[in-house]
């Protein structure tokens, strides 16, 4: 079995405890409006990535690619992706490094275990492991149970950031081999939910509370956005769920930012991705939402 791995990551401090090597899984049910990885929503293997800030105008891409992806209209580099085979000879040739290729060949649950087996000893020391990450993970649960049973296998801890829109019986399959739960909260009514993401929020609190129940280790984790769901009733709602889901860690306010954005052009998504530019929120405003959260009972693992 070959998972569609997008990318893995080194180094992570941000998703999950200690030191992290993130999976990233490739294809997503959901399509939120401010994703931060929006190369990753589509579930077709391999994205082509053009940087134009670092192209010094070599000509080489234009004169190697035998599919002729590379033209110029209107003074403008443009990139046919549909005719691209990713055969990686323009990538080879770019004198500005500014081309590259991610996914396209897909992962063995052996070659993802050699890649993150390089970071063990950073694990070991921080209290650190992998995390699967997408993209939506449990799109491919079946190479997710394979890889994180394997990783338990040999003592690397397991951690999964997922939507959990998706069956209860496919979280149930590949829940003994992972050991924490980051699962996303990203609005509160579910008509609203559906108008940011595409799909409703109602089995998403269904599992949270199936996962919670079987005694899983479960962080919420709650994008705000300004101007969509930074509101008292949604603050008022994540207070109430980490009240219901007593045996978890809690929840955490994560601020938008804008990281998501330039990778529409670097992926060129501009059509096949739907997406908001919002204003990152200041410091003092994340503050005070957390401060709202706390004042509702909510159990927020924020500083
Ligand atoms: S990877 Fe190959 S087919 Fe794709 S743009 Fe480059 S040269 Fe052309
Ligand atoms: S090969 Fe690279 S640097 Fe040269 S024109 Fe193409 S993208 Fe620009």
């Not at 899984?25 to 391999?46: A, R, T, V, Y």
């Given at each position: 079995?070959?998972?569609?791995?997008?990318?893995?990551?080194?180094?992570?401090?941000?998703?999950?405890?200690?030191?992290?090597?993130?999976?990233?899984?490739?294809?997503?049910?959901?399509?939120?409006?401010?994703?931060?990885?929006?190369?990753?929503?589509?579930?077709?293997?391999?994205?082509?990535?053009?940087?134009?800030?670092?192209?010094?105008?070599?000509?080489?891409?234009?004169?190697?690619?035998?599919?002729?992806?590379?033209?110029?209209?209107?003074?403008?580099?443009?990139?046919?992706?549909?005719?691209?085979?990713?055969?990686?000879?323009?990538?080879?040739?770019?004198?500005?490094?500014?081309?590259?290729?991610?996914?396209?060949?897909?992962?063995?649950?052996?070659?993802?275990?050699?890649?993150v087996s390089k970071d063990r000893s950073?694990?070991?020391?921080?209290?650190?492991?992998?995390?699967?990450?997408?993209?939506?993970?449990?799109?491919?649960?079946?190479?997710?149970?394979?890889?994180?049973?394997?990783?338990?296998?040999?003592?690397?801890?397991?951690?999964?950031?997922?939507?959990?829109?998706?069956?209860?019986?496919?979280?149930?399959?590949?829940?003994?081999?992972?050991?924490?739960?980051?699962?996303?909260?990203?609005?509160?009514?579910?008509?609203?939910?559906?108008?940011?993401?595409?799909?409703?929020?109602?089995?998403?609190?269904?599992?949270?509370?199936?996962?919670?129940?079987?005694?899983?280790?479960?962080?919420?984790?709650?994008?705000?956005?300004?101007?969509?769901?930074?509101?008292?009733?949604?603050?008022?709602?994540?207070?109430?769920?980490?009240?219901?889901?007593?045996?978890?860690?809690?929840?955490?306010?994560?601020?938008?930012?804008?990281?998501?954005?330039?990778?529409?052009?670097?992926f060129g998504l501009e059509d096949r991705v739907r997406?908001?530019?919002?204003?990152?929120?200041?410091?003092?405003?994340?503050?005070?939402?957390?401060?709202?959260?706390?004042?509702?009972?909510?159990?927020?693992?924020?500083?």
């Amino acid at each position: 079995m070959k998972g569609n791995i997008f990318e893995i990551q080194h180094f992570s401090v941000n998703d999950g405890p200690g030191i992290r090597t993130t999976v990233f899984f490739k294809g997503c049910q959901l399509h939120c409006l401010w994703c931060h990885n929006p190369e990753s929503i589509d579930d077709k293997p391999g994205e082509f990535a053009f940087v134009a800030s670092k192209c010094v105008g070599c000509g080489s891409c234009f004169r190697i690619c035998p599919e002729g992806c590379h033209s110029i209209a209107d003074g403008k580099h443009i990139i046919d992706r549909e005719k691209c085979t990713f055969c990686g000879k323009c990538v080879k040739m770019c004198s500005g490094s500014a081309l590259s290729i991610y996914g396209d060949k897909g992962m063995t649950v052996e070659e993802v275990m050699s890649e993150v087996s390089k970071d063990r000893s950073y694990y070991d020391e921080s209290g650190g492991g992998i995390t699967l990450s997408g993209g939506e993970p449990m799109m491919q649960s079946g190479f997710v149970r394979e890889l994180a049973e394997a990783a338990c296998a040999v003592g690397i801890s397991v951690a999964i950031e997922t939507n959990a829109c998706c069956k209860y019986s496919y979280l149930d399959d590949v829940k003994n081999y992972i050991d924490l739960f980051l699962v996303d909260w990203k609005a509160s009514d579910p008509a609203k939910h559906k108008e940011y993401t595409g799909m409703s929020n109602e089995i998403i609190y269904e599992n949270l509370c199936r996962l919670n129940d079987s005694g899983k280790k479960v962080l919420l984790r709650c994008p705000i956005i300004p101007g969509y769901n930074d509101n008292e009733d949604h603050f008022r709602k994540i207070a109430e769920i980490t009240k219901r889901l007593d045996k978890s860690i809690g929840a955490e306010l994560l601020p938008y930012h804008s990281m998501g954005v330039g990778k529409i052009e670097k992926f060129g998504l501009e059509d096949r991705v739907r997406y908001i530019v919002a204003k990152p929120p200041a410091k003092e405003t994340v503050e005070e939402w957390v401060r709202k959260c706390r004042s509702y009972g909510g159990r927020m693992v924020n500083e």
